[in-house]
């Protein structure tokens, strides 16, 4: 039986004003607690308002509750992509702020680090990317293989992401033994899964339709809006802290800096495919120079005497005290210090008053400017692709909200 | 290097006198310059647009509460791509006047980071486009939690800030009136 | 429920007069068909939900668990993972995600965070979810292992196998009128979150004068 239905079709106008859609903060392709209210008109973006601040954690205010060694915990959780490398900023921070030389293991340590975090953080990006634009199989890739630097983190450090690993003056302890041999196996086997990824995607047709063209931004005013790292170079800007302002003898080890041409989604893609191959070069060649030796400063403003001295020499015995009990205490004065981190240029400024506590301890953070421009880039294109915008800058909420 | 520094720091106090008040170095090759306030604005421009110093990036925008000298320090970090200088700003705002012109006009970075600055430390920034808290809720009402006068775990008790927090109304900010000009750019 | 609640609840007895043979053998195929399908709805915010996704990926593979299917959308989840801190102004977002779950639903709170305020006892953080929202499973560690989400999410396993038909009406009432309220009351939340050891490293600066102490919780919590 069929019943035969008539429909009333709305007479006169319709209502064709625009709309109010809110996405998050709590939604699988924010890439975090981002919640975006964007204007639509049709599916066409008119404009966004990000708004931020769900993650806030405080850490600025609680660091100037601690001593300078136990903001180093602190910072691993506010960049859980890449907690190594915020760790080692950190140190190199207060350590330039004491003029404290670390010894040459420890500098090629913390190059070892930082350049595992740059493809852990990578690898993060690229999987949840992926996944933004329908394709599953790079994250289970790539998961895999940051499952294998999880194993390094935790032989290293007996943490899986929390790692904490760095003090004032050096490391938390030396590399155990047979690290070095894991980490280069990891070197010589990774770009085999990084050739499978690549073939997955960026040939793929709708990768490719996805990601090129859009989000584009002129080099000039990416550097007006504040970018950097590899979203800065993919609109061409070859602005690198390993080379322009390079610490931990960067200028010695040979890489390059990969640029892009258009801007896009696409090309930020390319510029972290290749820094990871890159960051691959420099470990290997850092694997050939480990230096031996003490990975400890012998400096008595931040280094226990041993043991024995200690049992011996009532100085000793006072020295360890203090350090212990009061912590380190750093000249005072003020410091920025930045490296080239995985999203961008991650700066520590530290404020000392010459006490154990600093009076200001403050991040630059790389992603909270990388996201501001998250408008300007939307604008005008569909809300698909908003969530591939979003994705390609590479933002990490721990680290915005701060 | 540093010849090029004093230098600069010469062409400042030539252009700007009595606005550039100090310079220092930190940490053995950190440029630190100290203006007035009231000037931060056409100094930061001259910075960014005379040729041969060209610091083109802005990298950071923040402040500093010391606690034991009243008010607070803004403080900008510029970087120069071609000429690969580092230089820090920093403006001492007095107590009482917690205010200073934005420059969110001449880099795009300074309107978050300015706004972090106004939600944290409460400073003024006149002129900028959109002033409001951006990490804390709308309708946080204990003050600038940065400050040094700002207790650790807020100025309510534990109780009054679970039930605050749990007031907000996310209705209120999920509509057209939040966004600034709602519907005004489709009709062209 | 509260806290306070919980504390004077009957227990369910083994023998119980109640429990025919028909409700038993019921019971059993409902508690296996749910406790092998639970979907997951990942309240991911910080450190933890990255070890959530871990524990998703391939080397962990929680779909070993019938848990593959990671609900996004409330409405059509059983349990809800909070993985990761919560600030005051994530709260009522929180609230409302559990609030949009439909019964039966379970929560754990994953990680130190989000069971305790954790590192943060600062002005920003909720101290422990469970004055939000009712949690059954908290899962320590910051952050737990992906074994450690795993066993946690076995614990509710655990659970739903004993849970009874009969129990129904008591397990899952809900009162419509908590919507969007914390579910600890203030005394509650006050013996909850008070100044933990040194978490402030207590100073001039921290307000001591305005936050419960130590050892005033007992007396809140009778
Ligand atoms: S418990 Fe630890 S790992 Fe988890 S969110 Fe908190 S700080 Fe991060």
Redo the contacts between chains.
Sequence with gaps: MSVKQTIELPQGNLDSGNMLVNIGPQHPATHGVLRLLCELDGETIVQIDPDIGYLHSSFEKLGEFRTWNQIVPLTDRMDYLAPLMYNCVYVMAVEKLMDLKVTERCKVVRVLCMEMERIFSHLLWLGTTAIDVGAFTPFLYAFQERERIYKLHEAFTGARITTSATRIGGMMADLPEGWTDQLRNFVETFPETLDEIDSLLTRNGIHLGRTQGIGTISGSDAVNAGFTGPNLRASGIDYDLRKDRPYYDYETYTFEVPIGKNGDCYDRYLVRMEEMRQSLKILDQALRRLPGGPINVDDPRVSLPSKTDCMNDMESMIHHFKIVTEGVRVPPGDCYFAIEGSKGELGMYVVSDGGEKPVRWRVRPPSFVNLSVLPQLAEGHQVSDLIMINASLDIVLGEIDR | MTEGKVSMIEAMVDVFGSAITGSEI???D?Q?VHVEPSNNLEILTWLKDTEGYDY?????V?A?????IPGVEV?Y?LWS?TN?Q?L?IKCALPEDSLKIRSVADL???????ER?VYD?FGVQFEGHPDLR?????KNYS?GH??R????????????K??????K???ED????E??E???Q??DD | MGIKDRQNEQLPVAGNSDLTFLTTKVDFVVNWARRNSLWPMPFGTACCAIEMMASAASNFDLARFGMERMSFSPRQADVLICAGRVPYKLAPVLRRTWDQMMQPKWCISMGACASSGGVFDTYSMVQGIDTIVPVDVYVPGCPPRPEGLIYGLMMIQEKIKSESMADHERLRREDPEGAGRPVADSSEVKALTGVFGNSTQQDKFSSLAQTARPGRFKDVLK
Excluded at chain 2, 151 to 156: E, I, Q, T, V, Y
Excluded at chain 2, 173 to 176: G, L
């Design positions: 930190q940490c053995g950190q630190v083109d990036l802005l990298l950071d923040t500093v509460d010391y606690g034991s403080v970090q791509i690969k580092l820090r880099w795009g970075s300074a309107n978050w980071l972090e944290l808290r951006i990490l804390m809720p204990e939690p940065l040094k006068d700002f207790p650790l775990r807020g100025r309510f008790s534990r109780e800030q679970t039930e605050l927090a749990l907000q109304d996310y900010y999920y509509s057209p939040q966004l000009g709602f519907g750019r489709s």
